[in-house]
């Protein structure tokens, strides 16, 4: 993919508390066509709610969030989400292909959300759009399965086909592997480097040491944001933001 000049995702001075706690201060990010974003962090140090941010599910306290040049909720169908935790009660009787369907609400404005959800009121394309995201994700047999079936490996693969289904510009992901093993985190890491050609991914995760050989750049979040290319950190940069020893990472690309 070519990248642009122009970011799809721009912060400006962006600053949110809950109450009166402060989770992010004076954030300044672009973030631009076709890239790879890796957003690492310690534990509260803001990474979901930039992330909430950026889904318009928040609105800051102080400065400009856009997505293409639009406030974000102007712009939400362009994005595919894929959260930390899935939104839904593993134990509801609904099948893989049901799941991957809800990626595509929203995409049909003459229809109310509601509409939407009652039995045939999807299109021949969405199902049609539902299934080739199963087969890009490599879970097209499991289309018929009942969810609450599903390994957590296989989980997490319907849960990136749901985003996929609504063909985004821009795939977000929530730490999509921390409840998986190191093999399969493999696995959807090579996955999200194929996306790339053609998507911007940005992608939380803590393990910083496993990401630096996908992403193109890390941006280092605990309340500020510092943004750092793969081949820039280090171990005294990794001490500062989580106040420990990580092993030090240098990747060519």
């Known amino acids: 993919m070519t990248l642009k000049t122009e970011p799809v995702i721009s912060l400006r001075g962006v600053s949110f508390s809950y109450h009166t706690l402060p989770v992010l201060e004076q954030i300044d990010l672009d973030i631009m066509e076709g890239e790879f974003l890796g957003i690492v962090g310690p534990n509260a140090g803001g990474k979901s709610t930039l992330l909430k941010l950026m889904l318009g599910e928040l609105e800051p306290h102080q400065g400009r969030v856009e997505v293409f040049a639009q406030r974000p909720h102007k712009n939400r169908n362009r994005i595919g989400y894929v959260p930390q935790y899935p939104n839904f009660s593993k134990s509801f009787p609904i099948t893989v292909e049901q799941v991957v369907l809800m990626g595509r609400l929203g995409l049909h404005p003459q229809q109310s959300w509601l509409s939407q959800l009652?039995?045939?009121?999807?299109?021949?394309?969405?199902?049609?759009?539902a299934q080739k995201a199963l087969h890009e994700v490599e879970a097209g047999s499991l289309a018929q399965r009942q969810i609450g079936s599903l390994s957590g490996g296989?989980?997490?693969?319907?849960?990136?086909?749901?985003?996929l289904a609504g063909t985004p510009e821009v795939l977000i992901l929530d730490e999509p592997t921390a409840n998986i093993d190191q093999r399969l985190e493999g696995d959807i890491f090579d996955l999200?480097?194929?996306?790339?050609?053609?998507?911007?991914?940005l992608v939380v995760s803590h393990d910083i040491a496993f990401i630096s050989s996908?992403?193109?750049?890390?941006?280092?979040?605990?309340?500020?944001?510092v943004c750092h290319n793969t081949d820039k950190i280090d171990g005294s940069m990794i001490q500062a933001l989580y106040g420990e020893d990580v092993r030090m990472v240098h990747h060519h690309h």
Not at 192 to 201: G, P, Y
Request: proline share 2%; with cysteine.
């Open 118 to 129: 009652i039995p045939g009121r999807y299109t021949a394309a969405d199902y049609e759009a």
């Open 154 to 163: 296989q989980l997490q693969r319907v849960l990136l086909a749901r985003a």
């Open 192 to 201: 999200l480097r194929q996306f790339n050609q053609r998507m911007t991914i």
């Open 214 to 225: 996908y992403v193109t750049r890390v941006a280092c979040i605990n309340r500020t944001l």
